[in-house]
Every structure is written in C-alpha cells, then in structure tokens.
C-alpha cells in the first residue's frame, strides 16, 4: 500500500489522536547530538513523553566511524541504568548509523533497547513503503552500507545521495538537505513510496512538509520514524521489530 502523498506528519497527528493510553519513551541520545530534543517537541504530540539521556562513547569522539558506533553501543547500558526509574514502554537510542554499523562485530544492545534504525524501517514496513530514495549527511560509504541494511530487511532503495560528512550534522542547513534531495533522478521519485532522511543528527523538520509538497511523495526522517513508532505503541498497536 502506497502511503498518500501528504501522509508522513499528518501520519503522526493522526495516530497521536488515536492514542489508547500515554506512552513513556526512553531516549539514548549521541552525546554530540541536539537536532532530537529540538525537534520532538516541535511535534506537539499530547500522548508521547520522550525522556532523555546522553551516551559518552569510551573514545569521546563524535565522528561517524566504527570506533563511534560500538563506543555508543557499549555507553547503553549506563544510559538505560540512568532512566531505570521511569517506566518506560520502549527505548531507543537514537541513532540510525548505530543501527547498521560497518566495520568488526559491534558489541549487542541491552535487550529492549532499539535504534533509530529499527524504528525507520518498522514503520515504513507497517506502510507498505518497500522502495525508497535515500538521502544522508554520511560518508558516502556509510550510505552505501544502509542501502544494503534496508535491502537486508526488505526495502529496496531506488536511489541515493549523502553529504559525505563524518561530522558537524547540526549544522547542515535546511537549503543544502533541499538541494540534495532534488539532486535524485525523477524516474526514481516517480516509482518510490517515500523519501528517507536518514540521521537523527541533523535538523530535518524545517524541510519536511515542504519537500513532500514539492516531490509528492511522503517524507520521512529518522527522527519523525521514532515518533510514528511511539504513536503506534500509544495506539495498543504491536509494532515491528518490537523487542519481545
């Protein structure tokens, strides 16, 4: 089932509508990271409680690399003892890269701890989206490699375009994700069931509905794939790639 053209976050006030009950939602945050505390509560969602804390990877760096990706990993475990005062209905830590890390086998995640990853390609599984056009501010292997990760869970990706950034994500401006996106092949667009952007690390919402107004294609970010995930578990909904 294609999603409507203007779905992604009219998607979201409508599940957050349909909510059964309020949900708690644990949030492991890079520590690097502030694109995703500013951005949920611009959602104004009314039955989704997002609580923060931060992970220090050993390395204390903050570019994308595998040395980032398993320090994040291994910092998990801190952060869930952090929170592990509030009940929480699920965790995520909120990165997407961290989801698909290349490189030696990273270390496991707590259990019930998904990432960012996790929550992008359960909710465009639950819509039917199995092709998409990807844009990112990673390296451009980095890029390559979550091609091969949504293919590896059933979604093909028709298209792709990244910044090349190992860092600095934050500071992307809203007119250079907008000339990316536009770089893609229409024959692509035309035949995709959606537009990713990937990353929780760069400020995404600003472009959000424009792009799906000017493409005519549903727009998803990482970070608005959590909060549709959440919505869903608000909902009474099982979710996929649900920890059991």
Do not use: K
């Amino acid at each position: 089932m294609r999603p409507r053209a203007d779905d992604a976050l009219g998607l979201l006030a409508s599940w957050d509508g349909q909510a059964e009950r309020t949900v708690r939602i644990g949030m492991l945050l890079p520590w690097a990271n502030v694109a995703v505390e500013d951005e949920l509560p611009r959602l104004s969602l009314a039955h989704i409680v997002f609580h923060y804390t931060r992970l220090v990877p050993a390395s204390r760096t903050t570019a994308v690399d595998a040395t980032f990706w398993h320090g994040l990993r291994s910092a998990a475990a801190d952060g869930l003892d952090a929170l592990s005062s509030v009940p929480l209905d699920t965790v995520f830590l909120a990165c997407t890269s961290a989801g698909f890390p290349t490189g030696p086998a990273p270390p496991a995640l707590p259990p019930g701890v998904l990432t960012a990853f996790d929550a992008l390609t359960g909710v465009l599984t639950h819509l039917g989206a199995g092709r998409i056009v990807l844009a990112t501010p990673y390296p451009h292997m980095v890029t390559t490699a979550e091609a091969a990760a949504l293919a590896a869970r059933g979604i093909e990706t028709a298209a792709h375009a990244s910044l090349g950034l190992a860092d600095g994500y934050p500071t992307v401006p809203a007119e250079q994700i907008r000339a990316l996106v536009q770089h893609f092949p229409p024959a692509a667009l035309r035949t995709a069931d959606a537009v990713v952007l990937s990353c929780t690390g760069w400020h995404t919402l600003p472009v959000l509905a424009e792009l799906q107004q000017e493409l005519g294609v549903p727009v998803f970010s990482s970070t608005l794939a959590m909060a549709l995930y959440a919505a869903r578990l608000a909902m009474g909904e099982p979710c996929e790639n649900q920890p059991r």
